[in-house]
């Protein structure tokens, strides 16, 4: 069995048509923050400076609601970066819990609230009431050219005052791009990215490797293919898109081999399977 992670992945050297060609695959999941081990996380200040920000304030419990855009609409995009930040937020608590977002979306598929309402004085009042928190994180997104700019903010639950703010920048390339549309539930509410807010890794039953041609080789045709690949509940590859490619012959090749993969199904926090987006690289090197 072959599992999927956040990390460098090679294939073992008797998958390799036992010759000197390499065929290198790297899963990317969430983001271009989390591919490498190791590598840091862009919102990992704001998420000490906001963890601070409620060690101050004597905050028991605080709730990361989804970040909204300009226009304060819940989309796919805020809501992953919403499920990145509470996932690093939550690994810097002190003296206080944070709020199961799985409990969040519960409360938006309830209709009790909106989103919207995490920026009104009365909505913070309803949410703290309804998920016994003192604090919220809120979000608000806005384009730059090719990136997005996350203003994050700490408000008090009771008076609403904003207790403090941290801001930072998410390029758009296509490894981040490649995690949408998010695969999501029949009521548009819950999106699902591969380990945040419950829901777990794809773990490959059946993960052939893409063909390296004797004709590439000998060419010494080299180079990486990005492709973006939804696999449902049932863990079939389904809508792959080629988000970059090397040469057409490989990236046929990739495509063919991606379409036969076969994954166990993802499941959601109570068990359940799920559909999933996510990005996949082949990198095919002679070196």
């Known amino acids: 069995m072959l599992f999927l992670a956040t990390q460098t992945m090679r294939i073992p050297r008797l998958a390799l ?3 000197l060609p390499i065929v290198l695959i790297l899963c990317l999941f969430g983001g271009p923050r989390s591919i490498a ?24 419990n605080v709730l990361v609601a989804d970040f909204l855009d300009s226009s ?9 970066l919403a499920a990145e930040f509470a996932r690093t937020f939550a690994e810097r608590t002190r003296d206080f819990s944070t709020v199961n977002r799985e409990k969040w ?3 938006l598929e309830s209709r009790s609230i909106v989103p919207g309402d995490v920026v009104r004085p009365d909505g913070l009042r309803r949410i703290g009431a ?7 994180v809120t979000g608000s997104l806005s384009q730059q050219n090719h990136s997005i700019r996350v203003v994050i903010s700490l408000r008090e639950v009771s008076t609403g005052a904003e207790l403090a703010t941290a801001d930072y920048e998410q390029k758009q390339d296509l490894r981040f791009e490649g995690n949408f549309p998010a695969a999501h539930d029949p009521s548009g509410i819950r999106y699902y990215f591969v380990g945040l807010d419950g829901i777990g ?3 490959c039953i059946r ?6 041609s004797s004709e590439a080789r000998a060419k010494r045709i080299q180079g ?19 988000l970059a490619g090397s040469d057409p012959r490989l990236d046929a090749n990739v495509l063919v081999a991606l379409k036969r993969w076969k994954f166990e199904p993802v499941l959601d926090p109570s068990g359940q399977p799920v559909p999933l987006r996510f990005c996949v690289e082949v990198i095919f090197s002679l070196s």
């Open 105 to 107: 979306d519960l409360l």
């Open 224 to 242: 990486s293919v990005l492709v973006s690949m939804l696999i449902d509940s049932k863990g079939d590859p389904e809508q792959l898109q080629l």
């Open 37 to 60: 081990a190791g590598e840091p996380l862009l919102h990992k200040k704001q998420a000490d400076r906001i963890s601070r920000a409620a060690q101050a304030a004597h905050l028991r």
């Open 207 to 212: 993960c052939d490797n893409p063909f390296y």
């Open 72 to 80: 304060g609409a819940r989309t796919d995009r805020g809501v992953f």
């Open 17 to 19: 048509f036992r010759a």
């Open 130 to 136: 309804a998920l016994g928190c003192d604090g919220v």
């Open 201 to 203: 890794q794809p773990k």
